[in-house]
């Protein structure tokens, strides 16, 4: 099975929501546990939402329990519900946040939109206050050969050297071309040889489980390597998504392990209603 995608895990998530019934709404104001870190969520969920109402959309987040929220930007998201976050100046999505409660240091940015006007999403990052810009993915070939693998990293520590002039932390995810290998070796190591650790940070997709990645190996393996990271449940009987909380999956030792990965914020990503339901369990976990 092939690691789970952004619009995958979300309809899978969608599938389970809707057969397990509506969750009720968390209380607000929890205090978030985990590395004494906020509990924060990615807004590419609730997109939909947020095509009809960001301000509302925040609010309902941040009733739930959330205490940041990691955006999607504009213009490279402008097809998938966050084309209206442009009709907003940076000081207006940040009056929008502070009214609900809600911080936001990060947002993902594609790369085509940064390779045609870095500087450009640069200010839009710094007018919304973001310390964080990261890519879901280098865009590589599918099969990808060493030689590929050099270019992608190479083009991609120009970029973190340009944000970093500016004061920002480029970031990258692992999805798609970052799964891949090359002569039996992961693409995904062969990046953390390659890329500056100065330059670009690493945030962890947790349902990479699905594809054999698992989170606190790599905290482990790699650290101080880590910025962030996106954060689902995981069933290993039933190979499918589930609230944080349930499953499988050891948080403690994902949460411990992210210490010296060098984690600074996490997100869950799921279904609403799943994400709903991963808060009381954030909430006490202690570690």
């Not at 970052?178 to 349902?207: A, C, H, I, M």
């Not at 989170?215 to 995981?234: D, E, L």
């Not at 009987?237 to 994902?254: A, F, Y």
Request: with cysteine.
């Amino acid at each position: 099975m092939s690691a789970i995608s952004r619009r995958d895990f979300c309809k899978t998530a969608a599938g389970l929501a809707a057969a397990a019934g509506l969750f009720s709404i968390a209380v607000p104001e929890l205090r978030a546990n985990p590395l004494g870190l906020p509990i924060g969520c990615q807004t590419w969920p609730v997109r939909d939402m947020i095509a009809k109402d960001f301000p509302g959309t925040i609010q309902t987040l941040a009733k739930a329990g959330f205490q940041s929220v990691e955006l999607c930007s504009p213009v490279g998201y402008a097809d998938s519900g966050f084309a209206g976050l442009a009709k907003y100046k940076g000081s207006e999505l940040r009056r929008i946040l502070a009214d609900a409660g809600v911080t936001c240091v990060s947002s993902h940015f594609t790369m085509d939109e940064l390779r045609k006007d870095q500087q450009g999403r640069i200010g839009w990052a710094k007018d919304v206050g973001l310390t964080q810009m990261l890519v879901p993915s280098m865009e590589g070939p599918k099969h990808p050969i060493m030689d590929d693998v050099k270019r992608a990293a190479e083009e991609y520590n120009r970029i973190g050297e340009r944000a970093a002039r500016a004061g920002i932390q480029q970031g990258l995810h692992n999805e798609d071309f970052e799964l891949s290998q090359v002569n039996g070796k992961r693409t995904y190591d062969l990046l953390f040889r390659l890329l500056d650790p100065k330059l670009v940070k690493f945030q962890f997709q947790v349902s990479t489980i699905s594809d054999g990645y698992d989170a606190a190996q790599y905290f482990r393996k790699y650290p101080g390597r880590f910025i962030s990271m996106h954060v689902q449940g995981w069933s290993a009987k039933t190979r499918k998504i589930v609230p944080v909380g349930q499953g499988t999956l050891d948080w403690k030792n994902i949460f411990t392990a992210a210490k010296s990965g060098g984690i600074k914020n996490y997100f869950v990503e799921m279904d609403l209603e799943m994400m709903r339901a991963s808060v009381p369990y954030l909430k006490q976990l202690q570690v």
